[in-house]
């Protein structure tokens, strides 16, 4: 069976440059999809030219917010991006047999999420996935009691929650810079940290 791959990173900060270098990788692993898991932008400064060149990759792009850009400037980048550009905050996509669904935001920041609209909000965006094999959990923030918390921030209880409910195959998430490449196991579920440099990954 044929494996989906995939192009996830997170934390861009507006960097227009390594937008192009992340998506120039994408052209050449010549994958499936790109998940960007929230702070695309620095303070909602700097859209312009983060999305865009994954867009001429004519393949879909997920979005999320972090803790740098509103919900609402997600649904802008989306609109302006269109048929290939989605919002993931609530939502999910499938893509051959792999569901994907998530949720953006942290506890503070421009639209900042309690840990029950955490779970409510993946919980509302899994019931589209009936029947896939596969499944991808992807949201900015890192689960509580996971290895992340080395920074000193804590991880979500809600997120943690929908792991432990859902059973995703993979969760991807983001925020903690110093965390990128860090990887474990959450019961059955594959926990990656994903940053800057972006991680290819095929399911």
Request: glycine content about 12%.
């Amino acid at each position: 069976m044929k494996k989906t791959k995939i192009l996830a990173a997170g934390d861009i900060h507006g960097d227009k440059g390594l937008a192009k270098k992340l998506a120039n990788k994408a052209k050449k692993e010549n994958v499936d999809l790109v998940i960007l898991a929230g702070d695309l932008t620095m303070f909602e400064t700097d859209t312009k030219g983060i999305v865009g060149p994954f867009v001429k990759l004519k393949k879909p792009i997920l979005l999320l917010h972090g803790n740098h850009e509103s919900l609402a400037t997600i649904d802008f980048l989306t609109e302006m991006y269109g048929p290939h550009a989605k919002n993931l905050h609530g939502y999910s996509i499938i893509k051959d047999d792999v569901g994907i669904f998530g949720a953006g935001g942290v506890d503070f920041g421009p639209s900042p999420m309690t840990e029950s609209q955490f779970f409510k909000t993946l919980n509302k965006a899994h019931k589209g996935l009936k029947g896939t094999k596969k499944k991808i959990m992807v949201t900015h923030t890192h689960p509580f009691k996971s290895k992340a918390e080395f920074s000193g921030f804590r991880g979500s209880k809600g997120i943690r929650k929908a792991i432990k409910e859902f059973k995703p195959d993979i969760m991807i998430s983001g925020h903690i810079h110093e965390a990128e490449g860090i990887e474990e196991k959450i019961g059955k579920t594959k926990v990656i940290n994903i940053g800057k440099k972006g991680k290819i990954i095929e399911i």
